[in-house]
């Protein structure tokens, strides 16, 4: 694999790549492969938007919200950040597998890199034994096919999942991908329990488990490993977000005017808002859930700054008007989303801040494309039949969902 890129920085941090591997320095390798994705991520924000983050999270966000990666690849590029951080904060042991996965992954960012570009320069070093390494890469292949091939993923992993557990960032990445298919959640189960026995103490996986039993309906167990989550890190957005979500139903299903119905409500709001600020007001599916909740609560104020702030970082993803030297086709002419969460949430948003009709388009385009997801197109059905009641649209939901 060529890197494309002449400048001075990453060609001292690839001969540096190339040095520490060759010594065995695992850590080092993880961390090199960590800046080449920092600089790089910097260097394509540069060219199509005149201005990068001081950080690869931040890189890597913009790059979705400009509609230069999927979000399947972008969680690739996510994982070789994450790894980076592990290493940075020393928050687990890292060996040979690990060094040799972050290469994978890098070869994958710089695939990536010199697509658009049309440059190569410099060769990673390398990696893993080669039966390993295409196993790897066959499963990153499959990782960042769109749409995606669920009953395939199911059974490479069925097949060769010896191969992911050397490490428990491949893993979480194919328990993702699982979770979020109709009708893959035993096996993304499945996987995650056996990423779990090999790395117990992994945060991601601990994360993904409990969205899976919550969803599985088991919630005392789903609540237990959470609350050791947010033991171990107060401000964890992500166990925060599905704790409050189990709250959130408990709200739903007590009695009206209950007593319980207003302490469970009260929990679910206290959590999304907490995931909201954490989140360092970013995460906008936590935001949306924590400004419903708060309208929900009589805290207008509260709700409508959450609301704007949220349709704000909507807006800035259509980024700034391209310089006139760059082809228009480096950057999308509308707003892209990710997937079917992220158009309700932007429909959610755009109905709270008081536009019914434009809200109600972007539900209905939501579901036209997203008709198979019938799990979160129900989910929606759900938080509408409350929500537009309090917002006083009195037509039915599903009337106004399809009309």
Known sequence: MQLPSAHAALTRDLEQLRLVRGVGADEAVIFYAGRILEAETSAVLLDVDGEASGNAYGNLIRLGDLGLASSATLALFHALRMMTNAVRHV??????????LAILLLRHFLGWRARPRGEARGETPGEAPEAQREDLDSFLRLLTQEPLDAPALSAWWSAHSASLLVSPVPVALCVERLAAAEGHASQAMTAVEQGLAR???????????ALLLRR??????????????????????????????????????????????????????DLYARGWEASRRTDTYVGINAASLLRARGERAASDAAVARILELYERRRGKPLPSAQPASARPASLRYTGYWDRAT?????????????ARALFREARALHRAEAGSLQSSEEQLAWLLPLLDVTEPVRTFLEG
């Open 216 to 269: 599985a309906g088991r919630t005392p167990e789903a609540i237990a490993v959470l609350q050791a989550l947010l033991r171990e890190e107060r401000e964890d957005p992500e166990a925060l977000g599905l704790l409050a979500a189990i709250h959130k139903r408990a709200w739903r299903q007590a009695p009206d005017r209950d007593d319980l119905a207003h302490k469970e409500l009260r929990r679910a709001t």
């Open 91 to 100: 928050q687990r042991p890292v060996a040979r597998d690990d060094a040799d």
């Open 346 to 358: 932007h429909a959610e948003a755009t109905l709270l801040g008081g536009d019914v009709e434009r």
């Open 199 to 209: 790395f117990p103490r992994d945060r991601r996986l601990r994360q993904l488990q």
